[in-house]
Each structure stands twice: as C-alpha cells, then as structure tokens.
C-alpha cells in the first residue's frame, strides 16, 4: 500500500510541475510589420510577430509567427494605466515599437 501511495504521490508532483507554465500565464500581442521595425534596438524584417510578456518581469520574448522561433528577448518596463485598455494594441512610432497596452489590463509595457 505505501509503495502505491509513494507511486501517487510523485506523479502528481510532477503533474503539478509541468503544469506550472500554465500557472504562469503571461500576456501577448500579435504585430505585423510591413518595413524594417525596431523594438528596444533590435531590428526585425517585415513580418508577423508574437510580443509574449510575463507579469513582474522585465523583458519581453519577440516570436516569429511563420517560423515560431525566438527572434529577441528585449528589456521592457511594465507601468500603469489610468483605465483598463479596451483592446490589445501595439503602438508604434517612426517605425519603432514603443509601447504594448493588454486588453483589459491596466498594466502595459514600454521599451526605452
């Protein structure tokens, strides 16, 4: 009987560990970019990309949707908004990602 319950024990503990990126579930914004873009001084090609951000911290993984591989991981700042955005948005200026805003969140983040 131990030994079944040891057997037990163990798989859900490693139920519970391979769950934990579920747990940790960040937010996300699709981009795509008809010119040469930068975001934190990385350049990406004309394209779609994945920008995936985790809660408290302070980077940001840059996905390229046709291949999924990581094309950048750029340092971010997460700041508050005065209201929940309405809509995922990426904001972009002189061809420069500059800021993401998450659908209902009142937290987004900028690049320097």
């Known amino acids: 009987?131990?030994?079944?319950?040891?057997?037990?024990?163990?798989?859900?503990?490693?139920?519970?560990?391979?769950a934990l990126p579920v747990w940790a579930r960040g937010d996300s914004a699709t981009v795509t970019v008809t010119n040469p873009t930068s975001i934190a001084g990385k350049q990406l090609a004309p394209g779609t990309y994945k920008l995936e951000a985790l809660p408290g911290q302070n980077h940001l993984?840059?996905?390229?949707?046709?291949?999924?591989k990581?094309?950048?991981?750029?340092?971010?700042?997460?700041?508050?908004?005065?209201?929940?955005?309405?809509?995922?948005e990426v904001i972009l200026s002189n061809n420069t990602v500059t800021?993401?805003?998450?659908?209902?969140k009142t937290q987004a983040v900028k690049f320097d």
């Open 61 to 68: 993984k840059v996905v390229d949707t046709s291949s999924r």
């Open 70 to 88: 990581t094309v950048a991981d750029v340092p971010c700042q997460w700041f508050q908004l005065k209201t929940a955005s309405n809509t995922t």
């Open 1 to 18: 009987m131990r030994k079944h319950a040891t057997r037990y024990l163990t798989a859900l503990s490693l139920a519970a560990f391979l």
């Open 99 to 104: 800021e993401v805003d998450f659908g209902g």
